[in-house]
């Protein structure tokens, strides 16, 4: 489709805007009607026109009051996995030119992020923002050989539940459980280099989209086992995607070292609507602490403090090195359209907001 001259620019001045941002950009993502047998009356979601030039306002309205928002960037529920991703593939990129980046799903269970994050890997239109990076990772790279450079690309994809990390590629034990970890530690540790490692997780060299495949069909597989072991655990955990991108180049003896985060975090739901008791209300209070252990360490970021709680939970001791400093971050807030969500809607986009305001790039004192 051509792309009028008014829209081009209105693009660049919109990427303009997002380069100038600090390097925290918010993109809410509204999925559409789930059509489940049950009538909906209306959205809870609508999208202002006349103000809104680039796609960056939302409302919401709940019984008694409406709410506005603005983010980076807007995604309506008719938004293609395609829309979506032509707005992070310039972040993709800053991982192959050397940068850390991290990219969040945030949201109750049921609002999209799998879906962002993973998508339907049986349709090639509707794969999401992991496949779809490492698609155009394998593509910048092939293209970039004939300018001398060689890259080493490595993956590894892990699962938080209640402060514990399973391995997802750790071929042939797909269950939960110490025996599913064959007694396998990961513990987690920074090198002199600023990189994480967890002792005892598989990683993966890909080479090829075959090898993606190979690692998303097993990860999904592990999850999926997980999900009927542990009831409803995907939604309980924090899913984290992992590529470390080392490049060469042999002509310039030019090195960098990228990596590049996909998170697709535990559902945000309160504890109030979740109705926990026993094992689940110890899940809910573990996910709760996590996910405030995030937003406390970018709001203390925001504020330059001189300590960063970093320690406070393992999804954010694992990021430390891609949180702050010089990295790159990104976080979508996914909502659900329908009007018995706009509670849980509303929390998660004053969160998105708070976030939206930070500006966390200006390298900070380390501690
Ligand atoms: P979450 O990961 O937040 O719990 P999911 O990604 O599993 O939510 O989404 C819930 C359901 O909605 C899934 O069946 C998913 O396929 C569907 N869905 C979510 N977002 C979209 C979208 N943008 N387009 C089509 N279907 C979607």
């Known amino acids: 489709a051509r792309i009028s001259e008014g829209e081009a620019l209105r693009k660049r001045l919109h990427n ?13 993502r509204v999925r559409p009607f789930i059509t489940d047998g049950n009538v909906y009356d209306g959205s809870a979601i609508s999208f202002p026109t006349s103000t809104d030039l680039v796609g960056r306002g939302i409302d919401l309205a709940n019984q008694t009051q409406k709410y506005s928002f603005a983010f980076d960037r807007v995604f309506g529920p008719d938004s293609s996995q395609q829309d979506v991703f032509v707005e992070i593939s310039q972040l993709v990129q800053s991982a192959l030119d050397g940068y850390k980046v991290c990219i969040f799903a945030y949201g109750q269970t049921g609002s999209g992020k799998t879906y962002t994050m993973m998508g339907r890997q049986s349709s090639e239109g509707e794969k999401g923002m992991i496949p779809r990076s490492l698609h155009q990772i394998f593509k910048t790279t092939r293209a970039l050989t004939s300018e001398g450079w ?5 993956a590894s994809m892990l699962e938080i539940y209640n402060e514990t990390i399973r391995d997802l590629l750790l071929p042939g034990r797909p269950g939960v ?3 599913a970890s064959n007694g396998k530690q990961y513990n987690i540790k920074h090198d002199a280099n600023g990189n994480t490692i967890v002792s005892d997780l598989t990683i993966e060299d890909v080479h090829s989209q075959e090898d993606v495949d190979r690692i998303l069909r097993q990860a999904e597989q592990s999850r999926s086992v997980g999900r009927t072991q542990m009831n409803e655990q995907s939604s309980r955990s924090h899913c984290v995607f992992t590529l470390r991108i080392s490049g060469v180049n042999k002509k310039t003896e030019q090195q960098v070292q990228g990596v590049l985060n996909l998170i ?3 559902g945000s739901e309160r504890l109030a609507k979740s109705g ?7 899940e809910t209070q573990a996910i709760n602490k996590s996910l405030s252990a995030l937003s406390d360490v970018i709001f203390s970021l925001a504020k330059k403090e001189d300590h960063v709680p970093f320690r406070n939970s393992k999804l954010t ?3 430390q090195p891609c949180l702050g400093g010089d990295s790159k971050t990104l976080m979508f807030v996914n909502v659900s359209p329908e009007v018995p969500s706009a509670g ?8 998105a907001a708070r976030v939206n305001s930070c500006e966390i790039g200006v390298p900070r004192r380390q501690t």
Do not use: M, W
């Open 16 to 28: 303009t805007i997002l380069e100038l941002k600090g390097n925290i950009r918010v993109f809410c």
């Open 317 to 319: 001791y694992l990021l």
């Open 150 to 154: 060689e890259y080493c690309i490595q």
């Open 264 to 266: 697709d975090l535990a």
């Open 344 to 351: 849980e809607t509303l929390c998660s986009l004053r969160f």
């Open 177 to 179: 459980g110490p025996e």
């Open 276 to 282: 926990a008791t026993g094992d689940r209300l110890k």
